[in-house]
T-cell receptor, first 111, second 112 residues
Framework: DAKTTQPNSMESNEEEPVHLPCNHS???????IHWYRQLPSQGPEYVIH???SNVNNRMASLAIAEDRKSSTLILHRATLRDAAVYYC????????????FGQGTRLTINP | KAGVTQTPRYLIKTRGQQVTLSCSPI?????VSWYQQTPGQGLQFLFE???????NKGNFPGRFSGRQFSNSRSEMNVSTLELGDSALYLC???????????FGSGTRLTVV
């Protein structure tokens, strides 16, 4: 399983953009990069995933480095509801179908 | 559309008993996975089923087992409960390998 490194915690202000970094230097060429978040007292929630190109959806954007050893989850305009633990997970689509969760980044949003 | 449904939401059991947890995936999702979440170990993968077959199993003792039915609903069973089995058990489903997983709200198991 590829290892990931994320900051333990980050803090931002409401309505400002947030950039959550993730280092996954041991990722293999066929691993997708998945991001999930977990709000207090809830199960994890899928945010976004990508392979090589930058990806956008209604929740966030995912910027993937050209060498794929790092990625950044971008929340364009944070709200209080975005306060959660964010997990970056390399995911091998055609192998063991499992998500390996690390410690994640605890994001705090200030009003 | 309905999300992933887990029942029951809360459960209290005594050491040595066994427990069965249920998960109904999103309609059309054939892959169902189970995870255990504890404050000390975080989120850990238990097993994954696809079309009634267990494809992958995490590093848990044989007391933890599961199955998937033809309608994709899944159950997990823990026998001879230990205090350390107290955790939030989460089920997740996915329509296929190129998609993300949808998680349920979990079953909070307390072993006393």
């Amino acid at each position: 399983d590829a290892k990931t490194t994320q900051p333990n915690s980050m803090e931002s202000n409401e309505e400002e953009p947030v950039h959550l970094p993730c280092n996954h230097s041991t990722i293999s060429g066929t691993d997708y990069i998945h991001w999930y978040r977990q709000l207090p007292s809830q199960g994890p929630e899928y945010v976004i995933h990508g392979l090589t190109s930058n990806v956008n959806n209604r929740m966030a954007s995912l910027a993937i480095a050209e060498d794929r050893k790092s990625s950044t989850l971008i929340l364009h305009r944070a709200t209080l509801r975005d306060a959660a633990v964010y997990y970056c997970i390399p995911y091998f689509t055609w192998g063991a179908q499992k998500l390996v969760f690390g410690q994640g980044t605890r994001l705090t949003i200030n009003p | 559309k309905a999300g992933v449904t887990q029942t029951p939401r809360y459960l209290i059991k005594t050491r040595g008993q066994q427990v069965t947890l249920s998960c109904s995936p999103i309609s059309g999702h054939r892959s169902v996975s189970w995870y255990q979440q504890t404050p000390g170990q975080g989120l850990q993968f238990l097993f994954e089923y696809f079309s009634e077959t267990q494809r992958n199993k995490g590093n848990f003792p044989g007391r933890f087992s599961g199955r998937q039915f033809s309608n994709s609903r899944s159950e997990m069973n823990v026998s001879t409960l230990e205090l350390g089995d107290s955790a939030l058990y989460l089920c997740a489903s996915s329509p296929g390998p190129n998609y993300g997983y949808t998680f349920g709200s979990g079953t909070r198991l307390t072993v006393v």
